[in-house]
C-alpha cells in the first residue's frame, strides 16, 4: 500500500503538500513533508539526525523520551508538540504524529509514516487566552484578597470597613436609605454588624428585622407594606448563606411604601454573595488557618505553616548545639511535563515525588512544599555527609520512578547547607538561603545531581 502511494507521484506531491511525511530508517529513505522543507528542512538532514539539533532545548528531553519509547518498541504511536527553530534561528511550533508501519530485526523503527503540521497560529492564540485568563483570575483573586485581608483580621473595624465597601457597591444596584447587616450564630441568634444609616437620618431607627421569614428563604424578601410605626414603608431582605448554612441577612430600607419589586432580586442576590463570603471568612478564622496548615497535593506543611513549625524546631535543637541540616529540593524540567503531559500528570509527578521524600525521612523531620515544584527539608542533629547520602537516595528513587501516565524520567536537583558546630549559630531563613543557592549551583551543572554548600 505504502509503495504504491509512493510510486504515485502526482499523489504523492499532495499528500506530502498537506503535511504528510514518510521515512525507511532501514534503508535511510524518505520523503519530508512540506511542513518541515519550508522552515529549511530536507529529507537527509531529517534522517541524520541534524533536525533534532535545531529543537528548542526545553523541548528536547520530551521530544527524545517520545521517541525513545516508540523506538524500544514500547509504543507504535508518536505525538509530540514542540518548538523547531527555522534556516534563520525563528522558533515555530510543530506537531508531529507518527504510525510505525514495520520494524527491524532489533525491533527498532524500520518505516514510520505521518503528519506535520505547523501550529504556531494556535500557540499563539492558546498563549493569549492564558494570559487573559490568569488576567481574570488575578482580577478575582485581587478581589478575594481584599475580602480576606480585612475579614480574616480579628478587629471588628476591618470587618466594619470591608461592608461598607459591599454597601457601596450594593447601593449603585439597588436604591434605599438605610442598610442593616446582621449576622447569625450556630445557635440561631442574630446580632446586628453593621447599620448605614448615611442615606437616611442617624436618629432614624429601622423596624424589627424579619429574619425568621429571610432565614428560611432562598430568595430575597420583600416587605412593601411595614407598618406606620416608623420613617421606613418598605424593606427589602436578603439572606446570607455559605455552604447551605443561613449567616446573616442584609436590610434594605426606604420610605417610600410599595418600593421594591422582582427586578430588584435578581442585582441583590448577586452582590449578597459579597457579604456572604466577609461574614464567612471572618467568623471563620480560626477554621481557615487550620485547613491552610497542610498543601493539599502533597500532604506537606504549607510555606507558612512550615516556618512557623520549623523555627520553632529550629531554635530549640540549634541552642542543643550540633549540626542540623536543610535541604531544597526542586523537580527538574516539570514545566515541560506539564506542557507536553497535561497539569493532571504533573500533579501525579508531584505527588510521586512528595511521596518518595517522605518515606526516604524520619519523623522528626519537617517537610514543607516551598512553591511549585520546589521541597524544602529540615533534618535536625544530621551534618552533611549523612544528609548528602539521605538526599542522594531520594535523588535515586526518583530517576528510577515508572509513572505509566509519564513517559519520560523523573530527576530532582537537590542543594544541601548545614549549620556549623562552632560559633553564632544561624537562623533558619539563613540556612535556607544557603541550600536554595546550592540548589541553584546544581541546576547550572546539569541537573540531577546533589550539590552542598560549605558550613
Known sequence: MIDTLLQDTALRHRLFESGFFFGDLEHDFGYTSKTLTQLGF?????????????????????YEALWQRVNEGWANDFYVEYRV?????????VETHAVVISRKTDDSIGEVIGTDRDISARKEAELVLERKVRESLRNLEVTDEILKSSTLATETA????????????????????RCDIYACDRLGETTLVLSVPEFGSPDETAPEPFDAEVAVSSYPVIRNNLPGTGPFRSALGIPL???????????????????????????????????????????AFRQTVSELETDELTGFLTRRSFYRTANELWEDRRARGS????AMIDLDHFKSINDS?????????LRS????????????DIL???????????????????????MERIRHSCEVLNLPEFAGSVTVSIGIATTSDAGDPEPLSAVIERADQALYRAKRNGRNRVEVTPD
Do not use: C
Open 42 to 62: 530536507g529529507d537527509q538532514e531529517m534522517r541524520s539526525g541534524e533536525y533534532q539539533k535545531r529543537i528548542h532545548p526545553d523541548d528536547v528531553p520530551t
Open 85 to 93: 527553530a527555522d534556516t534563520d534561528g525563528a522558533y515555530h511550533w
Open 158 to 177: 476591618m470587618l466594619s470597613r470591608n461592608l461598607q465597601k459591599a454597601i457601596g457597591q450594593i447601593s449603585r444596584i439597588v436604591q434605599f436609605e
Open 341 to 349: 503531559y497535561g497539569h493532571g500528570t504533573g500533579d501525579s509527578v
Open 241 to 283: 448563606v455559605t455552604d447551605e448554612t443561613h449567616i446573616g441577612s442584609v436590610y434594605l430600607w426606604h420610605r417610600a411604601p410599595g418600593f421594591y419589586g422582582g427586578t430588584d432580586l435578581y442585582p441583590v442576590m448577586t452582590v449578597g454573595t459579597i457579604f456572604a463570603v466577609a461574614l464567612h471568612n471572618h467568623h
Open 353 to 364: 515525588v512528595a511521596h518518595l521524600i517522605s518515606t526516604a525521612l524520619r519523623s522528626m
Open 368 to 390: 514543607g512544599r516551598y512553591g511549585g515544584e520546589e521541597f524544602v527539608v529540615v533534618l535536625p542533629t544530621t551534618d552533611t555527609v549523612s544528609a548528602t547520602l539521605t
Open 323 to 326: 549540626s542540623h541540616t536543610v
